[in-house]
C-alpha cells in the first residue's frame, strides 16, 4: 500500500502547480517544463493572483482544480506552505511535493513551520516529499517536478535518492555525458514524511530500476534502513555517497537539510553488512555507476591486466591487492599460446605488458578467455606522436587494439573495464572503440576501485543468499 | 661537476642518431621531429646502411659525424647497442641517452647485457640515460629526444621524472590540456647511469623548475635518496607517485624497469619526513600539479568553503578534516558583514551555504579577506535548466559567480581552488571566468585533497628550515 501512494508521486494522474507564476525564479519554469514534455493537458496552475499564465487558466484555490488530479507541487514561499497545505488536503490530493525551502535548515522558526506542516499533511493523511527539495522525475512517462535537459530523460536503469535539490539536478546535467540514464529519480529535501527507505523499498519493486545511487546525510530512521537495506541489496546494488562523516560535516548537513548524520562508523558498518556498497567520493560514484549498471558480477577476485604501459599495470597491481582483488599469474595454457605470439622482449605475466608490441587485439580475448580470471582491466594508451604516426598509414585505432567491444561480447560473463589517458583525441577514439556497454576511465586506479566494489557486492550478495 | 654534465643532456650543442632509419618504428620520428623544432642543423644520423635520409648524408659510423656533437640518442635494436656505445665513446661523445629497450626488464639474457653497457659506459666516462626509455624534453630551446605534439612543448613552472617512456609521453600528451605546461623531462627507464637523485639535483638547481613530479618505481640509491629530498623539498615542492606497494605490484615493477622496489611504509615514511608529497592516484597527481604550480602555501591550516550546494559543501567539509584542515566558524566580523547581504533563509555558517542567493561575487572575496581563513575552496554549481534560464535575460555566469580570477587576484596569498559539476558547457564558462591561474575540479574531495596537500608541504617546509 505504502507502495501504491509513491507510485502516484512518479505518475500521476493530474498536477497541480500550487505557486505558478510569471516572474522568474525557483520552479517558475516548470509549466513550461511539463507542457513540452506532453503533460499540457494534465497541470493546472494557482495561484491567488488569478488570470492566464502560458495559456492557462490560474486557479485561485487549488480546491477551484477540475479533477481529476491526485499530485501538488508547491512552489509558495515558505510562510504560505501551511494554508496551501490545508487548501490541498480539503481538495483531496494525497501526494505532495513541497518544493520550498526555508523550514527546518533555518533554524528554530523554520522547525516549528515544518512541524505546523507536518501535522496538517498528517491530518489529511497525505504522503509529503520535502520540503527544500525538487521532488521526483520518471524518465518513463517524461514527467518530472524539476526542469531537466532532453538528454536527462532518456530512459536507463539508474535511480536515484538524493537529499538535496541541486545535487540531484547537477547529477542529471551530467550524468548523460557519461552514458548513464536513469529510471527514476527523488530529492527528499528535509524529509517530514517520505523518507529514503520508502524510496529504497519503492525502486526494489520497480522493475525499470537496476542499481540505486543514494546520496544521504543521515538517515531518517536508521533501524528501518538497516532492516531494509540488505532486502534491497539481495535483489539489486545500492551505491551510496554519505556525508556527516566528521564532527564539522554534520554541523554542515544539520544547517543543509537538518539532518543528524551520527557516528559514521556505524554507516561504515551497517553498509558493509547489509552489502551497500560505499562511494568514497563523488567522483567514484560516478565510476560506480558505470560499472554496475553495465558490467555482470564477477565470478571470483582474480584480476587480469592488460597494459601498454608498465606503470600504469604496476600502479593498477598496488590498487587491486589492496582493495582485495587478486592479480594471479595467468593459466599455463594461455600463458603458452601469449608466448607463442609475444616478442621476445615481452614479458608475459600479468599484467600483461605489452609496451609496443602490436598483439593488443589476439590478447585481450586471450585473457577474458582465460578460466583463473575473472575480471579483466584493459589499459590502453600510446603515444599521441605514435597514434598519428599510424594513422597516417591509414592504420585505425582499432587496428591497434582490435574491437574492444566485441571482445568483451564474447565473455558476457566477466567484467570488463578500460583505462585510457593522454590526449583528448585518442582518449574519444578508445572510448568509440568500447562502445556504450564498457566503463572507460581516465586512471587505473579508479578503474580497479569500481571492479573491486564489484566483487565485494557480489561476495555480500552471495552472503545474503546463504 | 655532475650537475653540469647533466645539463648536456638538455641543451646539446650537436647529436647524433644512432640508427636512424626509414622504416616506420620506434623513434624513427625524431630526426623530422627535430628538423621541425629548429634542431636540423644540429643533428647527424647515423646508420651502417649509410645514405641519405631526410635530407641528410647518413654516416655509417658515430666516428664519421663532423664536430660539434656532444650527445647521442641510440634507438638501434638492443643487441647491437654494445658496439654502437663503443663507437660512441670511440667518438668522445660523453652523454648518451639509449632509448632501446630488452635489457634487465627482460630477465637474465637481458641483465647481462645492460652490465656490458654499463661497463662500457663506464670505461669511456660516458653520462649515459636509459636503456628503455624515451630520453629528455627541454621545452626551453625545443630539444627532445621523443616526438611531442607543440602543445605540449609551450614552456611552464613544472618539471617531470619518471621511470618508463610511455609514461611521460602520455602525460605530455595531456597535461596541456589540463593548463599544466612543462620546462624540463626525463624518462630514465633501467638507469644503468643517471638516476631519479641525480635528476632531482639537478632539477633542484634549474631557475626555470619550480615544482617536480616525479613517477618512481623504486629508488636506485635509497640512502642518496633520503639525503637529497629534504634539500629539494626545502627548495621546492616534489610530488610522488610511487608504485610497486604491495608484492604484486613490486613483481610488476621488476619485469617492467627491473626496479626493486622496497617496503612501501618505508617510502611512506621518507616522504613524510622529507616533505615530499604522495600522490595516491595518477589523477591526483595531476591535481597536486594544478595546486602547486598556482597557488601560494598557505599560512594555515583553516579552511572556507563558498558553495551553492549544501551537499557538495559537507562532502568538501568532511574530507577537509579527514585531510589535517580544519574548518572553522567565520570572523565575527565577516558573519556580520555577511549576514547584512544575506537572504533570511541563508545560513551564515563555514560552509557558507548560498543555495540560490545571488551573492557569490560579494561572498567570495569577503570569505578570502576573513583574517580567520587562510585558503577557500570555492563550489559553483547551478542546475543547467537556471543557466539556461538566466542565460535567457542576458544575464552571464560572471553576473552569478562575480570576476572569480579577479577575486583571487586580490588575495594572493591565498589558495583558492574551484569546484563544478554539472553540464560541460556551464563547468567550461566556470574553468573561463577562473582563468589559467585558479586549478578548477571536477569534485569536491579532489580539491580538498590538493589544498590539504599544499598545506602539508608548508608545514614540512617550515619544519625543514628550522
Given at each position: 500500500?505504502?507502495?501504491?501512494?509513491?507510485?502516484?508521486f512518479f505518475k500521476?494522474?493530474g498536477?497541480?502547480i500550487?505557486?505558478?507564476?510569471r516572474?522568474?525564479?525557483?520552479?517558475?519554469?516548470i509549466p513550461?517544463f511539463l507542457q513540452?514534455?506532453?503533460?499540457?493537458d494534465?497541470?493546472?496552475?494557482?495561484?491567488?493572483s488569478?488570470?492566464?499564465?502560458?495559456?492557462y487558466?490560474?486557479?485561485?484555490r487549488v480546491?477551484?482544480?477540475?479533477?481529476?488530479?491526485?499530485?501538488?507541487?508547491?512552489?509558495?514561499?515558505?510562510a504560505?506552505?501551511?494554508?496551501?497545505?490545508?487548501d490541498?488536503?480539503?481538495?483531496?490530493?494525497?501526494?505532495?511535493?513541497?518544493?520550498?525551502?526555508g523550514?527546518?535548515?533555518?533554524g528554530a522558526?523554520?522547525?516549528?513551520?515544518?512541524?505546523r506542516?507536518?501535522?496538517?499533511?498528517k491530518?489529511h493523511?497525505?504522503?509529503?516529499?520535502g520540503?527544500?527539495?525538487v521532488g521526483?522525475?520518471?524518465?518513463e512517462?517524461r514527467?518530472?517536478s524539476?526542469?531537466l535537459?532532453?538528454?536527462?530523460l532518456?530512459?536507463?536503469?539508474?535511480s536515484?535518492?538524493a537529499?538535496?535539490?541541486?545535487f540531484?539536478n547537477?547529477l542529471?546535467?551530467?550524468?548523460?555525458?557519461?552514458?548513464?540514464?536513469?529510471?527514476k529519480?527523488?530529492?527528499?529535501?528535509?524529509r517530514?514524511?517520505?523518507?529514503?527507505?520508502?524510496?529504497l523499498?519503492?525502486?526494489n519493486?520497480?522493475?525499470?530500476?537496476?542499481v540505486?545511487m543514494l546520496?544521504l546525510?543521515?538517515?531518517a530512521?536508521?533501524?528501518r534502513l538497516?532492516?531494509?537495506l540488505p532486502v534491497?541489496t539481495k535483489?539489486?546494488?545500492v551505491l551510496i555517497?554519505?556525508?556527516?562523516?566528521?564532527?564539522e560535516?554534520?554541523?554542515a548537513?544539520?544547517s543543509h537539510?537538518?539532518?543528524?548524520?551520527g557516528?559514521?562508523?556505524?554507516?561504515?558498518?551497517l553498509f558493509?553488512?547489509?552489502?551497500?556498497?560505499?562511494?568514497?567520493s563523488?567522483?567514484?560514484?560516478?565510476?560506480?555507476?558505470?560499472v554496475?549498471?553495465?558490467?555482470?558480477l564477477p565470478?571470483?577476485?582474480?584480476l587480469?591486466?592488460i597494459?601498454?604501459s608498465?606503470?600504469?599495470g604496476?600502479?593498477?597491481?598496488?590498487?587491486?591487492?589492496s582493495?582485495g582483488l587478486?592479480?594471479p599469474p595467468l593459466s599455463p595454457?594461455?600463458a603458452?599460446?601469449?608466448r607463442?605470439?609475444?616478442?621476445g622482449?615481452?614479458?608475459v605475466?600479468?599484467?600483461?605488458?605489452?609496451?609496443?608490441s602490436?598483439?593488443?587485439?589476439?590478447?585481450l580475448?586471450m585473457?577474458l578467455a582465460?578460466p583463473?580470471i575473472?575480471?579483466v582491466?584493459a589499459?590502453t594508451?600510446?603515444?599521441y606522436a605514435?597514434v598519428?604516426?599510424f594513422k597516417?598509414t591509414?592504420?585505425?585505432?582499432?587496428?591497434?587494439?582490435?574491437?574492444?567491444?566485441?571482445?568483451?561480447?564474447q565473455?558476457?560473463?566477466?567484467p570488463l573495464a578500460?583505462?585510457?589517458f593522454?590526449?583528448?583525441?585518442?582518449?574519444q577514439?578508445i572510448?568509440a572503440?568500447?562502445?556504450p556497454?564498457i566503463?572507460?576511465?581516465?586512471e587505473p586506479e579508479?578503474g580497479?576501485?569500481?571492479?573491486?566494489?564489484?566483487?565485494r557486492y557480489?561476495?555480500a550478495?552471495?552472503?545474503l543468499?546463504?
Amino acid at each position: 500500500m505504502s507502495i501504491k501512494t509513491l507510485d502516484t508521486f512518479f505518475k500521476p494522474r493530474g498536477v497541480a502547480i500550487v505557486g505558478a507564476r510569471r516572474s522568474l525564479g525557483f520552479g517558475s519554469g516548470i509549466p513550461v517544463f511539463l507542457q513540452k514534455k506532453g503533460w499540457g493537458d494534465r497541470i493546472f496552475l494557482v495561484n491567488p493572483s488569478g488570470g492566464v499564465l502560458h495559456g492557462y487558466e490560474v486557479y485561485v484555490r487549488v480546491q477551484d482544480v477540475p479533477a481529476p488530479v491526485d499530485l501538488a507541487i508547491v512552489i509558495v514561499p515558505s510562510a504560505s506552505v501551511p494554508a496551501v497545505m490545508e487548501d490541498i488536503g480539503a481538495r483531496g490530493i494525497k501526494n505532495v511535493i513541497i518544493e520550498s525551502a526555508g523550514f527546518a535548515e533555518t533554524g528554530a522558526d523554520g522547525r516549528a513551520l515544518q512541524e505546523r506542516v507536518r501535522s496538517i499533511a498528517k491530518r489529511h493523511r497525505m504522503r509529503v516529499i520535502g520540503p527544500n527539495c525538487v521532488g521526483v522525475v520518471n524518465t518513463e512517462n517524461r514527467f518530472a517536478s524539476v526542469e531537466l535537459l532532453d538528454e536527462s530523460l532518456i530512459p536507463g536503469p539508474l535511480s536515484i535518492i538524493a537529499q538535496s535539490g541541486v545535487f540531484g539536478n547537477i547529477l542529471f546535467d551530467h550524468l548523460h555525458e557519461r552514458g548513464l540514464f536513469v529510471s527514476k529519480a527523488v530529492t527528499l529535501g528535509n524529509r517530514i514524511d517520505v523518507d529514503e527507505s520508502d524510496m529504497l523499498e519503492y525502486l526494489n519493486g520497480d522493475p525499470l530500476t537496476r542499481v540505486i545511487m543514494l546520496y544521504l546525510e543521515g538517515a531518517a530512521d536508521g533501524r528501518r534502513l538497516k532492516e531494509l537495506l540488505p532486502v534491497v541489496t539481495k535483489n539489486k546494488p545500492v551505491l551510496i555517497l554519505k556525508s556527516g562523516r566528521t564532527n564539522e560535516g554534520k554541523r554542515a548537513t544539520a544547517s543543509h537539510t537538518g539532518s543528524m548524520s551520527g557516528e559514521d562508523a556505524i554507516y561504515n558498518a551497517l553498509f558493509a553488512q547489509t552489502g551497500a556498497v560505499r562511494a568514497e567520493s563523488l567522483s567514484q560514484l560516478i565510476d560506480l555507476a558505470q560499472v554496475f549498471t553495465t558490467q555482470p558480477l564477477p565470478g571470483g577476485n582474480r584480476l587480469g591486466i592488460i597494459t601498454t604501459s608498465g606503470s600504469l599495470g604496476a600502479l593498477a597491481t598496488d590498487v587491486a591487492v589492496s582493495s582485495g582483488l587478486s592479480v594471479p599469474p595467468l593459466s599455463p595454457a594461455t600463458a603458452t599460446r601469449a608466448r607463442e605470439i609475444a616478442p621476445g622482449w615481452m614479458n608475459v605475466y600479468n599484467p600483461l605488458d605489452l609496451g609496443p608490441s602490436a598483439n593488443y587485439a589476439k590478447l585481450l580475448p586471450m585473457l577474458l578467455a582465460d578460466p583463473g580470471i575473472d575480471m579483466v582491466l584493459a589499459i590502453t594508451v600510446i603515444p599521441y606522436a605514435v597514434v598519428r604516426q599510424f594513422k597516417s598509414t591509414g592504420m585505425k585505432v582499432e587496428d591497434w587494439f582490435g574491437n574492444i567491444a566485441s571482445a568483451a561480447a564474447q565473455f558476457p560473463e566477466k567484467p570488463l573495464a578500460v583505462v585510457v589517458f593522454g590526449h583528448h583525441e585518442f582518449v574519444q577514439d578508445i572510448a568509440a572503440l568500447s562502445g556504450p556497454s564498457i566503463p572507460v576511465f581516465t586512471e587505473p586506479e579508479a578503474g580497479v576501485r569500481a571492479l573491486a566494489a564489484l566483487w565485494r557486492y557480489s561476495t555480500a550478495r552471495e552472503r545474503l543468499y546463504a
